[in-house]
């Protein structure tokens, strides 16, 4: 099926009540049974039937098939926030004295959630390349967890590789797709068995939402509805799925303004002498730019740019040197905005990520390629006079 078909339309061919184009916003915490017999039954199925809140809700549900649609998978689930996501899809997997193996780099809350989970005696491993995978799986080894492209260094990952030697080793894999969205990349038709979205960024698109999806076979996706969903209790509400299918309507025209405007930034960054590198995958100078273009369908607008510095007041008068570009942690959304993990990153973590001092995080919004471009050259003039 076509996804601007699934963005838009998916599950709503009939005209809700008096011709409403939006669906309803189901505001109920509970739905109620003809007989206490006929509630029985539903409370069995509690992961597809309307019991309470907490479980199921249609206008979530309506959010689920749209996402579900779009990432091929049977099934989809959303959780209130992406972390909710990532939290209750890995403790599905794992049980005490199993390992997972984390593959490059990933979001900081996802490690420190894989270290939270070390007091239920379940280990984790940081691989940086795949070549030290087979040194790195132990007999207890369930998960394969990544990202494509990873955070914060945009190097891309081999998907239909990394995956076939995740089955071969009778590992599940899971990955974080939230940086390319649904519609830019579809890790469940190159072999990843669980897919994760952060909702809060592109999806939703509007700074206005916190949100997570997992999408993945019936078999995977029900025990996490029944049990990490409903006990955890990081359910989504009925208003953030709306503004979810909202965000899903106009997501393919605001990914094409995204990757022109980033991809033409981008362009820009990289041959500014103030600049070291500049970290984006639809770049020709990136070192997995064949590679992204073969598993991709298109590019975000969420990069990193190396300042050529060692300093970090010098990247601090960058960023305040920004008229345009918003300070601010997060990404997706329709603002531009900039944050410098040197900046705000425990000096460890920093060192040990191999995270440099100059680099800064862009997330090219909707404003005018050459208006970013005016604001980040005035910025750049700060930083050559400095060095
Ligand atoms: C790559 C990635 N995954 C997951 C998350 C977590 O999502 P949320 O903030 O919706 O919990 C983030 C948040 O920044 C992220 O950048």
């Not at 239920?120 to 207890?140: E, K, Q, W, Y």
């Not at 190097?155 to 894999?173: E, H, K, M, Q, Y």
Request: hydrophobic residues 45%.
């Amino acid at each position: 099926m076509n996804d601007d078909w699934i963005c838009g339309r998916l599950g709503e061919d009939e005209p809700w009540a008096l011709g409403a184009v939006n669906p309803p916003v189901f505001e109920n915490s509970l739905f109620t049974f003809e007989t206490a017999g006929d509630l029985a039954e539903a409370i069995k199925d509690e992961d597809e039937r309307y019991v309470y809140w907490r479980g199921t809700n249609p206008t979530v549900d309506l959010a689920q098939r749209k996402l579900a649609a779009l990432e091929r998978a049977e099934r989809a689930k959303c959780f209130g926030s992406g972390m909710g996501a990532i939290s209750a899809t890995v403790s599905s997997l794992v049980s005490g004295g199993d390992h997972v193996l984390v593959l490059g780099a990933i979001y900081g809350p996802t490690t420190q959630f894989l270290r939270y989970l070390e007091k239920f005696g379940v280990t984790h491993t940081h691989v940086g390349d795949p070549a030290g995978l087979d040194s790195a799986i132990r007999a207890n080894t369930r998960v394969l967890y990544f990202e494509s492209p990873s955070y914060m260094s945009y190097r891309v990952v081999d998907i239909p590789a990394v995956t076939a030697w995740a089955s071969g080793n009778g590992l599940v894999s899971v990955m974080d797709n939230t940086w390319s969205t649904p519609l830019f990349q579809k890790p469940l038709t190159m072999g990843v068995d669980l897919v994760i979205h952060s909702l809060s960024k592109y999806v939703g698109g509007h700074s206005d939402l916190v949100g997570g999806v997992v999408a993945g076979s019936a078999e995977l996706i029900r025990p996490i509805a029944l049990t990490e969903y409903q006990l955890y209790g990081a359910a989504m509400s009925p208003h953030d799925a709306a503004k979810v299918i909202k965000g899903l309507r106009t997501l393919p025209v605001r990914m094409a303004a995204h990757q022109e405007r980033g991809l033409a930034v981008a362009a820009f960054l990289d041959r500014h002498e103030a600049v070291r590198a500049v970290h984006h995958p639809g770049l020709a100078s990136h070192p997995d730019h064949e590679l992204a273009r073969r598993q991709m369908a298109g590019f975000s607008s969420v990069f990193g740019l190396e300042l050529d510095t060692d300093e970090r007041q010098v990247v601090a008068a960058f960023l305040d040197g920004l008229k345009v570009f918003r300070i601010g942690v997060s990404w997706g959304g329709f603002e531009s905005l900039v944050a410098a993990p040197a900046l705000t990153t425990e000096e460890s973590v920093r060192v040990t990520m191999g995270i440099p001092v100059g680099l800064v995080r862009l997330s090219v919004g909707l404003e005018p390629a050459d208006t970013l471009v005016e604001d980040l050259a005035l910025a750049l003039e700060g930083v050559v006079r400095l060095a």
